[in-house]
C-alpha cells in the first residue's frame, strides 16, 4: 500500500453523499482491488463503504475478518469502534459492550473519546442510561473551556 493509494482512497470518500450510494460502495470496491498486500485493509475499506451507507449486516462480517487477517495500527482500533456500533445497530449490544470495555481497557490513543462516546450508546441502548450519561459527560468535560472539573466530577457522581 502506498500514498498514492491511501490519497485515491481519500478522494473517494470525500465523494460520499454527492454521489449515489451504490456508486460510492462500487468505486471503493473497485479501489480495494488495487490493494495486492492486505486483505485486512480491503477487507476493513469495504465494511467501512456499506457501514457509511447504511449497511451495518454487509459491514459486520467485513470487520470481522479485517480483524481475523490482521488488520493493525489506527485501523485497528477504528475497526473495533465501527464493529461495537454496528453491532449496536444490528441488536447484538453486549458483544458491543463488551468490546468497547475491552479497548477502553486496554488501548489509549486520540480515539478514546470515540469509545467512551460508542460505548455510552451501548450502554444507553442496554438500558444503563446513568453509566452511559456519565461517561458521555466525562468525554465532553475535557474539551470544555470552563467547568471541566465540574462536569467530570458530577459525572462521577451519576
Known amino acids: 500500500m502506498d500514498e498514492?493509494?491511501?490519497n485515491q482512497?481519500?478522494?473517494i470518500w470525500q465523494k460520499l453523499g454527492t454521489i449515489s450510494n451504490e456508486e460510492f460502495i462500487l468505486q471503493v470496491k473497485n479501489h480495494v482491488t488495487l490493494l495486492t498486500n492486505s486483505q485486512a485493509i480491503a477487507d476493513f475499506e469495504m465494511a467501512c463503504a456499506f457501514d457509511s451507507?447504511?449497511?451495518e449486516q454487509e459491514a459486520e462480517p467485513l470487520y470481522r475478518a479485517a480483524l481475523e487477517h490482521g488488520?493493525?495500527?489506527l485501523r485497528r482500533r477504528r475497526a473495533r469502534i465501527q464493529l461495537a456500533s454496528t453491532l449496536r445497530n444490528?441488536?447484538?449490544i453486549e458483544e458491543s459492550i463488551y468490546i468497547l470495555r475491552e479497548e477502553k481497557a486496554n488501548y489509549s490513543d486520540e480515539l478514546n473519546d470515540a469509545v467512551d462516546s460508542f460505548l455510552a450508546l451501548s450502554?444507553?441502548?442496554s438500558g444503563k442510561h446513568k453509566e452511559a450519561l456519565s461517561l458521555a459527560l466525562k468525554a465532553?468535560?475535557?474539551h470544555l473551556p470552563r467547568y471541566n472539573n465540574s462536569l467530570n466530577r458530577y459525572a462521577e457522581n451519576l
Open 4 to 6: 498514492n493509494w491511501e
Open 9 to 11: 482512497l481519500q478522494s
Open 53 to 55: 451507507t447504511g449497511h
Open 71 to 73: 488488520l493493525s495500527g
Open 90 to 92: 444490528n441488536g447484538k
Open 123 to 125: 450502554l444507553s441502548s
Open 140 to 142: 465532553i468535560s475535557k
